[in-house]
């Protein structure tokens, strides 16, 4: 994805759908002596010419006080909600469009909290003054179009440049994550983070102490979904702050790299980043410490169990092959781009298709079922017939495909009294 800048007149072309579903909006603002003004990601992506869904929300901001913006939009929105009316937000839905409105604010986090204390203010610009980057401070008047732009976020675009509106420190200050969504807007959009930006992403590093580990994992996610993350690790690596999001990392600059050679599927670039990040039970415990979704974290010491697995002991024969895909399932494509971006593998990738293609039924269900093997056997429910579950699985791994007459004979063989000696 290339940045593109548009013209004026462009930008003006393109925000006309908009402008002109919110006139109505708009107009019963400036009747009650309110101005109104469409923020938020919107005004960027049309800016840099990316398709406008056609499902997209308005978020707007008002001079006007919650009071003030629920009396306006009575009448007019079909439904409201007020959970958000003490920070200031007031939510509508006008047929199928969702808006939310809110009160020109500055927030900012007391030196010790998770929470931030929201101040309404009077103007625009002092709204934007604190939003997290340039390239998010700008706003467009409604209904005439105006362009609000005290920061220069339209030139910062234009020149693919990652800045603050206010002094870094005091935008980070006010909220740490914003040092994760540098790293995150870097990478999504191609800009280049300015000096003074890195520099403080550094020197505040531990100030994201204070932010909730959720709030931080959501940011990580966001980050890994992108189609190339790591101009984004790059500068958390850079700034020390790759530690604090995904624990301790050996080397950065090998992460990174592996991180270009794994793939697009996040929950392995998720385990190719923390592939010497220790022991596993020490992986289990970052994930832990950074509330990684159960699934998630399953998922990715798995994924490194398998991976390490073949990178230490590569699979040569057709049996050891066939006990790594088993041990490697649901994960096996996982697996094998993981391992694959750790070290020298082989042509593990194409052994793994061949074999699957050969075999489809490796990781589909036994040719004998529970209740089968308990009457073939004369067993009853109990650990023997998990004993001779895991019997039939060893014996399909070395020997191959079994029909049920060959399952049948050699679990009887099986389970026959073996003579004393």
Known sequence: MSVLWITDERFLQRLAPVRAEARELAERFAAAGCRLYLVGGIVRDVML??????????????????????????????????????????????????????????????????????????????????????????????????????????????ARRLRTPLDPEETFSDDPLRMLRAARFLAQFELAAEEPLVSAMAAMADRLAIVAAERIRDELDRLLALPDPRPGFKLLFQTGLAERVLGPVEDGAVAVDRLGRVGDDPTARLAVLLADAGALAEVQRALDERRATTSVSRAVVEILASARLAVGLQPRTLPELRRWVVGAAPYVDQSVAVANAMGEVGELAADVEALMEAEPDLLGPPVLNGDEIMALLGLEPGPAVGAAVVELRRHRIYSGPLTPQEAREHLLAWGRPQPNH
């Open 49 to 158: 010419g990316r398709p406008l869904d056609t499902a997209f929300d308005l978020d707007i901001t008002t001079d006007a006080q919650p009071p003030a913006v629920k009396s306006i939009l009575e009448g007019w929105a079909d439904t409201l909600w007020t959970q958000g009316e003490r920070f200031g937000t007031i939510g509508a839905r006008l047929g199928d469009r969702r808006v939310e409105i809110t009160t020109h604010r500055q927030e900012r986090y007391e030196p010790d909290s998770r929470k931030p204390e929201v101040v309404f203010a009077d103007a625009i610009e002092a709204d934007l003054s604190r939003r997290d980057f340039t390239i998010n401070a700008m706003a467009v008047e409604l209904p005439d179009g105006s362009l609000v732009d005290p920061f220069g976020g339209a030139a910062d675009l234009a």
